[in-house]
């Protein structure tokens, strides 16, 4: 369980430089976003991907099922058989309060 959080160095624009020369290093300041080649990137998280499907007749949920009638031994057994064709992501939504970013290096609180 988790965030998706960037494994790559230097792809977040709030990662460190590492250089030994950074004004920052001296001082107990540390700047809460270093924009490198990102114009406007902010710490906080607008969107995200949404988990639900459609499916062919417009309905929305996470998962879909049909029933099937099973018969074994003269006796009729309905079972639910989960439903993976067909089905269209829901894409990207807007989050109603932003959320702040899972790579973003600074502690808000310390208890």
């Given at each position: ?10 792809f ?5 430089s ?43 949920a ?24 067909n ?5 990207i ?14 502690v808000?609180?310390e208890?």
């Open positions: 369980m988790g965030g998706s959080g960037s494994k790559s160095k230097g977040w624009p709030f990662s460190g590492g250089s030994v020369d950074d004004p920052t290093k001296d001082g107990n300041e540390q700047p809460l976003a270093r924009v490198r080649s990102f114009l406007g990137a902010t710490p906080f998280v607008l969107t995200r991907r949404s988990s639900l499907f459609y499916d062919e007749d417009g309905d929305l996470h998962e879909f099922y049909e029933e099937t009638i099973v018969t074994k031994n003269g006796r009729k057994k309905a079972k639910l058989k989960r439903i993976h064709k089905l269209t992501p829901q894409g939504i807007k989050l109603d309060h932003p959320c702040i970013h899972v790579d973003f290096p600074v808000l609180c208890a």
